[in-house]
């Protein structure tokens, strides 16, 4: 005779008040996860909206704002650079004669002043919705539009080949250590960042530098894109002009082998 307790439709054994349903507890680790996910998208957020790009654009008011403490820390290094100098040439022990090829040196370097006649280049984006301005050539892609290091850099040579004397692009004198890079559609130079229309400027026989400006390959392949999609491209004379000394630091920077 069997026992009650034993029976299959009798009563709730002990073992039975143990045992959980397969879907119970796929249905308990459903709501737990649904839970965990809630909570690590609330504390994110943070009450914030995360599909909007604010992130992004603290990271850009990040870039600008290091790109001004660096411009203020370009003029704060010139200036105390200009302190050095003066408190050497009290009583130095140099001659004339080498007080003056190191005057001429300093000129040559970059990192004093230059006056003379210039020229100005401007080179801009397109505009977002352009279209082939001429049959036979495809619609622009968004590389077409935008301005590249290449096209900066192919300027910045042409006028160095005209004899330039100094070149300074944007607010900065180039010096023969600069390099100009691009990153996106911003210009990087010597630790600021700049937006287009970029102006690069030299001091020179104004003759000579649009004559390498007009020769040089580069930028007449630049300028069927100036004639078919719209990028921006004017020369223009500036007359005498005084263009500032290069005001960064002059150290070079190298790489090292890993150890």
């Known amino acids: 005779m069997s026992n009650p307790a034993d029976s299959p439709g009798t009563g709730s054994s002990p073992?039975?008040?143990?045992r959980f349903r397969p879907v119970r507890v796929l249905t308990a680790a459903v709501f737990a996860l649904a839970g965990l996910i809630f909570f690590t998208s609330f504390n994110t957020?943070?009450?914030?909206?995360?599909?909007t790009d604010a992130s992004l654009l603290k990271l850009s008011d990040l870039i600008q704002e290091r790109s001004r403490k660096n411009g203020e820390l370009d003029e704060s290094n010139a200036a105390l650079r200009d302190?050095?100098?003066?408190?050497?040439?009290?009583?130095?022990?140099?001659?004339?004669?080498?007080?003056?090829?190191?005057?001429?040196?300093?000129?040559r370097s970059g990192t004093q002043e230059l006056k003379g006649?210039?020229?100005?280049?401007?080179l801009d984006d397109a505009p977002p919705d352009a279209t082939a301005r001429l049959p036979g050539y495809p619609e622009p892609q968004p590389d077409y539009l935008v301005i590249h290091q290449q096209d900066l850099q192919a300027v910045v040579n042409a006028l160095w080949q005209g004899?330039?004397?100094g070149v300074k692009v944007m607010d900065q004198r180039l010096i023969s250590?600069?390099?100009?890079?691009?990153?996106?559609?911003?210009?990087?130079?010597?630790?600021?960042?700049?937006?287009?229309?970029?102006?690069?400027?030299?001091?020179g026989d104004p003759e000579r530098l649009k004559?390498?400006?007009?020769?040089?390959?580069a930028i007449q392949n630049y300028m069927v894109y100036v004639n078919v999609y719209g990028l921006g491209w004017k020369v223009e004379d500036q007359g005498t002009v005084t263009m500032p000394g290069y005001s960064g630091t002059v150290d070079l920077h190298y790489?090292?082998?890993?150890?």
């Open 15 to 18: 073992a039975r008040g143990r």
């Open 45 to 51: 957020a943070k009450g914030t909206n995360i599909r």
């Open 163 to 165: 004899g330039a004397a």
């Open 211 to 217: 004559k390498a400006l007009a020769e040089s390959p």
């Open 177 to 203: 250590t600069s390099a100009v890079r691009c990153v996106g559609n911003t210009l990087i130079l010597q630790g600021r960042v700049y937006s287009p229309p970029y102006k690069i400027q030299a001091v």
């Open 255 to 259: 790489a090292r082998p890993v150890e």
């Open 117 to 122: 006649e210039a020229v100005s280049v401007t």
């Open 83 to 107: 302190d050095i100098e003066a408190l050497a040439e009290r009583d130095d022990g140099r001659t004339k004669a080498e007080d003056d090829e190191l005057a001429a040196l300093e000129k």
